[in-house]
């Protein structure tokens, strides 16, 4: 019996046709993951598929769609047909429906998902370039195909970038806003009304599906708007007669970030941003000496002088492969905040190499109580670019093109672990 599904059009016209990446972005009431789990419990009818639901971040089945799906499940009286578990759904034709999460994952841990035939990425804005670049490789059995649905907040989050604007070959890619679906609530209308009446800039990204230049209380919400709208986020060359100075965050199972910097005059030009995470000092080192840029101070935070996860201090292992160390002042975290903001109007970012930190800039926030009362920042994925960003404005003004004495880029000497 051939099963009959009501979808929005632009839905059934991105959804339908064969293509290897399938996504639908927009605001808020739009049917986006209502469209796609009936689509996919449709397909799961039809033949045996394996599907994987993912997200950036799951701790608990609470947190995937599980529910989502289980209630369409019943909506399309599908429940003969569909064994609902606590964190799986199965199929009378051996379709199976799991959950996970990919932070985290390992392209070891993520064999497993090798069979998938359909993966549902959603709250895709969330996903990091890490996360695609384990999870895409990974979804490849015969005529498999990555379906993503999200509500756009940055146009520097990477899956804006690298399926709103570069395009992937072999994509359908569709807005789809509260316009396009034709059983959108109701109840909505008069907040609707009500936001684009009196917030015009909150509902264009509500409800329009439109980029934020930065996340709604955002630390640094203002200067990275103003980094945006004033174009400072544009083509920053490379200038071989300015010395590149390198800015640390210092990190090995979260983020270590680097900002590679450059001063002319006022002027601070972030020419590339590097984060990673559980590699060692060595290797961060080999990356940057593969750039072959015109290196002058490497700066750490005060923790740099501390023994590192992966051994030395962190200023010795740098020190030790040539490299000129100075050591951040300790100025406390506001009075940091401070003087980021104080040094913000001088920067330019390179977009093609640098876009990921005001990426993490515009994430920067605050702890807020039950009482919406805002306190220390958070300290998250996006804390270690800004915290990089701060020491950097402390030392920016240290900044010079003068020429040291030391011998740099020595080799890199391993011990018999092959680790520092």
């Known amino acids: 019996m051939q099963l009959q599904i009501d979808l929005p059009k632009k839905a059934t016209d991105t959804l339908v046709p064969k293509a290897r990446f399938k996504f639908l972005y927009g605001g808020r009431d739009s049917a986006k993951s209502w469209s796609i789990a009936r689509m996919l419990l449709a397909r799961g009818r039809a033949k045996p598929e394996r599907i994987l639901c993912t997200r950036e971040v799951q701790k608990s089945i609470a947190e995937s769609v599980h529910q989502l799906l289980c209630d369409q499940v019943q909506e399309l009286g599908m ?216 290196y002058g101070t490497l700066y750490l935070p005060h923790d740099g002088r501390a023994k590192h996860v992966t051994g030395p201090s962190a200023e010795r292992q740098f020190k030790d492969l040539g490299w000129n160390v100075e050591i951040v002042d300790e100025i406390g975290l506001e009075q940091g905040i401070r003087k980021a903001r104080e040094v913000f109007p001088r920067v330019v970012m390179d977009k093609e190499n640098a876009s990921d930190l005001a990426n993490r800039l515009g994430r920067y926030r605050r702890r807020v109580n039950s009482e919406g009362q805002a306190s220390t920042p958070v300290h998250d994925d996006d804390s270690h670019g800004a915290d990089g960003f701060r020491y950097m404005s402390i030392v920016a003004d240290q900044m010079t093109n003068e020429n040291t004495n030391k011998e740099f880029m020595k080799p890199i000497q391993y011990d018999n672990r092959g680790i520092f």
């Open 79 to 294: 429940g003969d047909f569909y064994d609902i578990q606590k964190s799986y759904i199965y199929g009378k034709n051996g379709t199976q429906i799991s959950y996970h999460g990919l932070s985290g994952q390992t392209v070891a841990s993520l064999k497993s998902f090798e069979g998938t035939t359909i993966c549902w990425v959603e709250e895709a804005q969330t996903v990091s370039k890490r996360s695609w670049d384990i999870l895409i490789p990974t979804i490849r059995a015969p005529g498999s195909e990555i379906w993503g649905s999200f509500n756009p907040d940055m146009d520097t989050d990477e899956v804006y970038r690298r399926f709103v604007i570069k395009q992937q070959p072999d994509s359908i890619v569709t807005k789809m806003n509260w316009q396009d679906n034709p059983w959108r609530s109701k109840v909505l209308d008069t907040d609707r009304e009500t936001m684009q009446r009196e917030d015009p800039d909150n509902y264009a990204h509500v409800y329009e599906g439109m980029c934020r230049p930065a996340i709604e209380g955002a630390i640094y919400y203002k200067e990275v708007s103003a980094l945006r709208a004033t174009n400072r986020l544009c083509n920053v060359p490379y200038d071989p007669m300015l010395k590149v100075h390198v800015v640390v965050d210092l990190g090995f199972n979260d983020y270590m970030s680097l900002l590679l910097c450059q001063r002319l005059g006022s002027e601070i030009r972030i020419i590339r941003y590097i984060e990673d995470r559980q590699r060692y000092i060595p290797s961060y080192h080999q990356e940057l000496k593969d750039l072959k840029l015109n």
